[in-house]
C-alpha cells in the first residue's frame, strides 16, 4: 500500500509489510517499521467524533499516481479519472504500525483521520464506502496504495473502520463509490442554504408532506442484511422502518425505509440524525 521512490532494497521491505500486515509475519530486521505486527490503539479510542472527509476538488497529488507499477510481480494501472467508479469487495484497515509514516503521497499517515489505501484509483479521490453486512457508511479521501491481498479493494484507515464496525473481524464486505467533489459541494451548499425570509416564516408551522415520504437509508443486495439494519432504526430511533425490493441492472436490491414523515423540519431532523449515526448516505425519496 506505501510506494514511493527509495532505493530497490527499501522499496521492497515496504511493500512485503504492506502486503503481508495481515496474517504473515511483516517487519522485522531492516525494516523502516518499528512494529512486527500491525494493530490498533493499545486501547479502544472512541472515535464517534471525527467527522467523514470532506470532498474537495483537488489535482492529482506528485506522488502516488505512476503508472503503471509493480508490486510482488503484479502490475497495476492508475485509472485516469474516478468518474463513475463503483466497485464491491472486501476492505480491510491498518493502524499503528504504519502511524506516523509516509503514505504512497508523501503525506503522514494517521490512523485516527478518514483515509483509505486503493490499488487504482486516482491520489486523492474521495470515496463513500458501505458496509454491506450493516449499511453503515463513511466517507474517506485515498491518500495511499494498496491493499495488495487477493479479494480486497480497499485498506481503511483505524479510524474508518471502526466507524463501519468493522475492527473485530478486521475485513468486511463493502461498496465503494467515487465521489465528484463539484457535485458534492454544490448539493452542499443547496442543502445548507438559508432559507428566505418567507420561507422562514413558513417553517414555522411543520410543512405537510405526502404520505409517501420517506427516508432511504441504504439499498442491500441481502434481505437479511436490510431487514436487520431496519430493526436496528426502528429500535434505536423508535420510528416505522420497512424494507422494499427493487430492480436494477437485472439485480435486486432491498432500500431500508424511514418513514413516512409529516413534515420536512421532521425529516430533515432524521437524516441528519442519521449522518450521525453512520449512515450519511440518508436522503428522501417518494415511495408509494
Known amino acids: 500500500m506505501k510506494w ?15 502486503a503481508s500486515k495481515k496474517g504473515a509475519s511483516s517487519g522485522g530486521n531492516g525494516s523502516r517499521y518499528s512494529i512486527k505486527h500491525d494493530h490498533g490503539p493499545s486501547s479502544p ?10 470532498p474537495i476538488d483537488e489535482p492529482k497529488s506528485r506522488g502516488g499516481n505512476r503508472s503503471p507499477y509493480t508490486v510482488l510481480g503484479r502490475t497495476y494501472s492508475i485509472l485516469d479519472d474516478s468518474d463513475g467508479y463503483r466497485e464491491r469487495g472486501g476492505a480491510s484497515w491498518y493502524g499503528n504500525k504504519f502511524h506516523g509514516h509516509l503514505t504512497s503521497n508523501g503525506e503522514t499517515y494517521d490512523m485516527y483521520k478518514m483515509t483509505a489505501a486503493h490499488k487504482s484509483l486516482p491520489i486523492p479521490t474521495y470515496v463513500k464506502v458501505t458496509n454491506l453486512d450493516n449499511g453503515k457508511q463513511v466517507i474517506v479521501r485515498v491518500n495511499d496504495r494498496g491493499p495488495f491481498h487477493p479479494g480486497r479493494i480497499i485498506d481503511l484507515s483505524y479510524a474508518a473502520a471502526s466507524k463501519l464496525g468493522m475492527l473485530a473481524k478486521g475485513t468486511a464486505r463493502v461498496e465503494v463509490e467515487a465521489i465528484n467533489p463539484r457535485a458534492w459541494q454544490s448539493a452542499s451548499r443547496a442543502i445548507a ?7 422562514s416564516a413558513a417553517r414555522a408551522v411543520p410543512t405537510a408532506l405526502t404520505s409517501g415520504r420517506f427516508i432511504q437509508v441504504g439499498a442491500y443486495s441481502q434481505a437479511g442484511s ?23 441492472t437485472g439485480q435486486t436490491l432491498y432500500r431500508v425505509l424511514v418513514g413516512p414523515f409529516a413534515s420536512v423540519n421532521e425529516m430533515e431532523r ?5 449522518g ?3 449512515y450519511p448516505g440518508a436522503h428522501p425519496v417518494d415511495f408509494p
Open 4 to 18: 514511493m521512490v527509495l532505493p530497490v532494497v527499501a522499496f521492497a521491505l515496504v511493500i512485503t509489510g504492506c
Open 45 to 54: 479510542v472512541d472515535v464517534s467524533h471525527v467527522k467523514d472527509a470532506v
Open 193 to 199: 442554504a438559508p432559507p428566505s425570509s418567507d420561507v
Open 226 to 248: 436490510a431487514n436487520r439494519v431496519a430493526r436496528q432504526l426502528s429500535d434505536l430511533y423508535g420510528r416505522p422502518t420497512k424494507v422494499a425490493d427493487v430492480e436494477r
Open 270 to 274: 432524521m437524516i441528519y440524525q442519521l
Open 276 to 278: 450521525q449515526s453512520g
